[in-house]
């Protein structure tokens, strides 16, 4: 059994989201499955425990199941029996292992577990040095997520226009990250650039991730945001109701090509259509330079997720269900990507390679 222990109710840190906390020996997570009904972290003192809250999407998000991932490789560190340093590492290996085989199309929770590993093999100072390493790695890929969004956060407002109302799906926010957010980490910077900003959310089924963690984040900020169902995006377009599209992205590979939430497709066709700009956000460690589209899995997830709302089954028994729980915008629909490093600018896939390294 994976070690779950009882949630706390949050209290401290109210008002700076942090999804994602290392805890001298336990990994402390806000549970995203309870939101919006209840604020609340979840704590973890083995890497099953961390494995078995990826795959539940009680920690979901690409950034966030990266740091998560890190550090569920640096609690199998520190709890390993191991005596030697290669013995250490080959616990450590085994615990990626379970690690890697939750979700695999986010490419941040690969690039989070093999920086894990990188810092237990380059450590000197036997087993101790091993584990220290592995914690401090982690805990700084946590602090350094953080800044990342708040420097993609200066780059992407300059996008924005006072006054402009900004699509979003999905949750791209704190929630997604361990703070601050990708495509809200752009809102956000607007605002904190002294720019009005309105948001419409897409519910984004069969999770909700629109509905319950965006509306979450953006009510609790004070943003002035409006919650529509998937079904709306094409009319609320099609009446110049939108000024820009944002999304987050799950990878986005050296072609070019934005794997994110499921209907981030449809949205980016549907923006196309009617001269709406559609802006993807994401960090450096979104992006996959060594792979081209074709070569990405998307997880296919439980059909109970589609024919049951809110545990209640609306679909009859007996129909097959297909669950993507991702699709790929191709870079033509893709007006221009907001990472950390800058702006890359249209055509993305000609582009890419100038801005990221
Ligand atoms: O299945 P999820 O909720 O983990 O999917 C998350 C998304 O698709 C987000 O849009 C993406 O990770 C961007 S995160 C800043």
Avoid at 71 to 83: C, N, Q, T, W
Avoid at 104 to 113: D, K, S
Avoid at 294 to 303: C, L, Q
Avoid at 317 to 338: M, R, W, Y
Wanted: glycine fraction near 8%; charge should be positive.
């Amino acid at each position: 059994m994976p070690a779950l222990l009882r949630p706390v109710v949050l209290k401290e840190d109210f008002f700076t989201l942090r999804t994602v906390l290392w805890n001298e020996g336990s990994v402390r997570m806000i549970d995203q499955t309870a939101l919006p009904q209840r604020l609340t972290y979840r704590e973890y003192r083995t890497w099953e425990g961390v494995a078995d809250a990826i795959r539940r999407m009680v920690v979901r998000g690409a950034p966030a199941i990266g740091v998560a991932a890190a550090m569920g490789v640096a609690l199998a560190a520190e709890s390993s029996s191991a005596r030697t340093k290669e013995d250490l590492v080959r616990d450590i290996e085994k615990a990626a292992a379970g690690l890697r085989a939750t979700r695999p199309t986010a490419v941040n929770l690969f690039w989070g577990i093999d920086r894990a590993i990188e810092a237990a093999r380059k450590a000197s100072g036997g087993v101790d040095g091993v584990a220290k390493a592995v914690v401090s790695t982690a805990v700084e890929m946590a602090e350094d997520d953080v800044q990342a969004n708040k420097r993609l956060g200066r780059y992407g407002e300059k996008l924005l226009d006072d006054g402009d109302v900004v699509m979003t799906q999905c949750n791209a926010g704190a929630l997604a990250t361990v703070g601050y957010g990708t495509a809200l980490g752009v809102i956000r910077g607007a605002r904190e650039a002294g720019k009005c900003i309105k948001v419409i959310v897409n519910e984004t089924r069969p999770a909700l991730q629109g509905a319950r963690l965006t509306a979450f984040e953006l009510v609790r900020d004070g943003f002035h945001c409006t919650l529509i169902s998937d079904t709306a995006v094409g009319h609320m377009l099609s009446r110049g109701l939108v000024d820009k599209v944002l999304v987050g992205a799950d990878r986005i590979t050296k072609d070019g090509y934005v794997f994110n939430k499921i209907g981030t497709y449809q949205v980016a066709v549907l923006a196309n259509r009617h001269g709406v700009p559609f802006y993807p956000a994401a960090p450096r460690s979104t992006f996959d330079l060594q792979r081209v589209h074709d070569k990405v899995v998307i997880e296919e997830r439980p059909a109970d997720e589609v024919v049951k709302v809110k545990g209640r089954r609306i679909a009859p028994k007996g129909i097959a269900v297909a669950n993507p729980a991702f699709d790929e915008t191709p870079p033509e629909l893709i007006s221009g990507i907001v990472s950390d490093m800058g702006i890359i600018g249209r055509p993305v896939d000609q582009n890419l390679s100038s801005v990221i390294h």
